[in-house]
C-alpha cells in the first residue's frame, strides 16, 4: 500500500466512523455477538455502521414512530436489506428467490433501485441470517451493496442489444470482482465460515485494495454505452464511455468526479457532474479503477463525511492533480478523449430483438417497487413469468425491469402473461412518467424529510392533464423527486426536480440536461403542491408554443430565463 495512505487527513481528527472501521478487524466488529441479543431488536450504532459494508442498514418504521412512542415501546426496528447484481442482471430462479423471501422475511414487496440492485425492507434483526444464507444461496451477495467501498457498478441491462453491449457489461463485470472487498467476514458472519482470529495480521492479504480502513466514503462506477445515457455517466464517481467506432468497441473515454448529495442550506456541499480526461483501451479499465480507487483511498477526507466523497477530492486539488496522480500509479498515460454523443438517459421500453435473435421487454415499473394492489397484481405476474422464463431479469438504472433473452417460442406466453396481469411498457402514461423517478423514502428512510415514492404517482396525475391541455403528452421531459437533498434518484440532473424539504413541501429545480449532462437550478424553494401547480402551468404552455424545433424542455427554461446555466456543481448554490 501507498506511503500516501490516509495522507489527506493527517492534520485533523478522523471521523468516528473512521475508528470504528480501523477498530473493526475487517468489517467484524461485534455483530455476530449483537445478532444472538435477544433483548433488543435493535443493534448499536457501531455495528449498524459496519452492517452496511454488509448490505443492510437498520432502520424503523416511520409511519409507526409517533403512536409507539406514546405506548412507550422500541421504535417498530427493521432493517433493509440491498442485493447487488452487476449490471443488475438476475436468472428466473434468483428472481423467484427474491419473491420468495420478500414473502417470507420481509415486507412483502421488492424494490428494483437507482443503481440496478434489489432492497428488501422490514426484516426483523432474528431473521437477517436466514434472509442473507437464502440471497446467496442463490449466487446473490448484498456484501459491498452499502458502505465506504465501490457499490454496484452499472452498466446498460441489455447486453444483447448488442455484441458491444455484451463487450462492455463484461468489462463492468471484470471491474466489479476486482473491486470486491476480500475480508472473509462476510462469510463468518452469514454463512457461518470458518473464522480468522487476527486478520490485522496480512493487511496485504486481506484487503489489498482497501486496506484496513477502506475508502473515505462510498463510491460509485456506471458505464454507460451511447447514444444512452441510462446509468447517468456524469453522477458516478469513476464513470466510462463506450467509444464505439466502425461498428467495435475500441474503448472507453473516462470520466471523474461526478456524485449527486449535499446539504440544503450548505453551500460547502453540492452535486457535481463528472469531467472527462481522457480515453483507455478496454482491457486497461481495470487498472483505471484500481488506481482511482486507490488515490480516493489516499486522499479522499478522512475528518468530515460530508466532505468525503471523491468530487470534492478532485474539486479541491483541481483536476490536473488527479490526471498527473493517476498517471503516475498507471504508470502510463489516458489518450485525449474521443467524441461522442448521448441522445437521452432515460430506459427504451417494449420489445427489441437483440443481435442473439432473443426477444427483450422493458417493462415500465412505477418508482421501482414490485407488489400486489388490487387492481394490479404486478408481483404475481412477474412471478408466473418467473416461473416460465428460460432467460433473464434485469434491472435498469432508471427503477424499470427487463425481461431479457426471450426466445420466439416462448414469447407469445410471455405476452399473453404480460397482457393477463396488465404489466404494461407505460405506452399509455404520458411521456414525462415514463421519464420519472422517485427515491423510497418514507416510511423506511431514516433521511427522509418529505414523502417521495408514495407521492409522486399523485403529483403526476395533476401535473399530467396540464400537458394534455398544452398537446405535451408524448413530449418526453425527464421529472425526478427526492424526499431530502442526499440524491438517491439523481434529481439534479432532471429537466424538473422536486426535493424534500419537509413534510408536504420541496424546493423546486429545472434545468437539467435531458441527456444527463447539466445539473438544474433551484427555481423555487419549499413549496407545497398548489404551489408546484401553480408554478409549473405558465412554463408548460410557454413551452407548448415557443419551443423550437427539437428543443428539450431542460433547455427551453434556460433560453426562457426561468433559470440559470449550471456549468459546474461549484455554481449550484450562486
Ligand atoms: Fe442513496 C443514503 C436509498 C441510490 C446518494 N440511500 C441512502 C439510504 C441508505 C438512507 C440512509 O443512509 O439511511 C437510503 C435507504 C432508503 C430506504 O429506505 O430504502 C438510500 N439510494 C437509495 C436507493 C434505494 C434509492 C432508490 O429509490 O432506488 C438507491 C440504491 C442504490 C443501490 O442499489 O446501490 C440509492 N443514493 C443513490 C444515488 C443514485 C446513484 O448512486 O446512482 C445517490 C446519488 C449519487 C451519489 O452517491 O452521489 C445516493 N444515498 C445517497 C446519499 C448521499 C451521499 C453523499 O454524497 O452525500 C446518502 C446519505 C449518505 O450516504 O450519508 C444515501
Ligand atoms: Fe432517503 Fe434522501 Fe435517499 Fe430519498 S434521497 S432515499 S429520502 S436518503
Redesign the pocket.
Known sequence: MSDNHLLSSKSAPHSDVEHIKKRSNYLRGSLAETLENVITGSIPEDDNRLMKFHGS?M?DDRDLRNERQKQKLEPAYQF?L?V?AAGGVVTPDQWLMMDRIAQKYANGTI???????F?L?GVIKWNMKSTIKEVNDAMLSTLA??GDVN??V?CNPNPYQSDIHGEVYAWAGRISNHLDPRTRAYHEIWLDGEKVIDSHDNDQEQEPIYGPVYLP??F?I?MAVPPSNDV?VF??DLGYIAIIEDGRLKGFNVTVG?????SHGDPK?Y?QVAKVIGFCLPEQVVDVAEKTVTIQRDYGDRAV??HA?FKYTIDDRGIEWFINELHDRLGWKLEEARPYHFDDNGDRYGWVKGSNGKWHFTLFIQ??RVKDEENFRLMTGLREIAKIHTGDFRLT?N?NLLIGNVSSQKKKKIEELIAEYGLTDGAHYSALRRNS?????LP????AMAES?RYLPDLMDKIEPMLENAGLRDEEIVIRMTGCP?????PMLAEIAFIGKAPGKYNMYLGGGFAGQRLNKLYKENIGEEEILESLQPIVNQYALERQDGEHFGDFVIRAGYVKEVLSGQDFHS
Open positions: 442498514y432502520q433493509m440491498r447487488r424494490r428494483l433501485t437507482t443503481r440496478q440492485s432492497q425492507h451493496a452499502c457499490r454496484n452499472m466514503r462510498k460509485k456506471g447517468d453522477s458516478q461526478g456524485g449527486m448529495g449535499m456541499t452535486p463525511r460530508k466523497r418508482n421501482g438504472p427503477q423517478m422517485a427515491c423510497v423514502a423506511t428512510c431514516g433521511l415514492e442526499n440524491g438517491c434518484a439523481r
